[in-house]
C-alpha cells in the first residue's frame, strides 16, 4: 500500500534552475570579479552534473575559464570554489526570500491530494539545506510541519544519482521502497530512486522535459503533457 510522497526540490517543486540557481551563480561569479557566464544553454549542460560545487569544479576542469579575480591570487581550486558556492548560496536564498521561484501549480495541487489522502511526505533533494529552508519559507509557509523527513546533500555522503538518499529517506520513514513514491524531474534524480527501488513520477521541467527509462508515470499538466498519462497519479495515490 502507497504510504508516502517523497518529492525532489529543484525543478520539482518549482523551477529553481534557471532564474534562481543560475542567475545566483552569475552573480557570484560576477562579485568575485570573474569573467564567466553561465547562459541558459551553457547551464542546461552543466545541469548534467548534479551538485552547485561539483558544477562548478566541472566548469574549471573542462571549459578552462580564467582564474583572474578579485580575490587575489587563488590559492586551491578548492577553496574558489567553496568560496564561490557560498556566495552563490547567498544569493540564490535572496531571490527566493525575493519572490523569484514559484511553487509549480501541479505540484501544489499533488501536494494538497497526498495531504486528503492521508500520505506522509518527505523531501530528497541535492541542493544545500539553506536553499531547501528558504525555499520552503517561502513557498510553503503554513506547510513547513508537512514534510515529515527533509533530507539535503548536507546529510548524505553521495549525490543522486547515487540511490542513499533516497535509501535513508525510506529508512527514516521506515518504509519499504514498494510504499512510497519518489516525484522527480532529473534523470539523475529518477536514476537515484529507482536504484532505491522506488516508482517514479516523473515531473517535466524545463531542463528535464524527457521521461527517463523506468519511470512510472507523469504528471498531467507540466507542460508537454501526454493525454495517456492522465489519472495516473489519481490511481497511484489510491492503490
Ligand atoms: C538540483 C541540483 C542542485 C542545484 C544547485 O538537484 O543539482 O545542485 O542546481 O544547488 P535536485 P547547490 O533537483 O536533486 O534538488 O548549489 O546548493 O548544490
Ligand atoms: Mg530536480
Redesign the pocket.
Known sequence: MLKALIF?????LAE??RDG?RVA?NAAFRDAGLDWHWDEQLYGEL?R???????IAHFIERHAPSLDCEWGEVRSIDQLVADL?RG??AH?TALVAGGQVKLRPPVAELLRAARRAGLRLAI?????R??VTALLDHLLPKARDAFDVILT?DEVPA??PDPAIYREALARLRLAPHEAIAV???E??AR?ALGAGLRVLHVPSVYFPQRVDGVTARLAGCGDDDPADDGLVVRGLAD
Request: glycine share 10%; net charge negative; aromatic share 6%.
Open positions: 525532489d526540490v529543484d525543478g520539482t529553481t534552475e540557481h551563480f545541469l552534473v548534479p551538485g552547485g560545487r561539483e558544477r558556492h552563490k548560496t540564490y530528497a533533494t541535492t541542493t544545500t539553506a536553499n546533500a549525490k543522486k522527480e524531474d532529473s539523475a534524480g537515484a
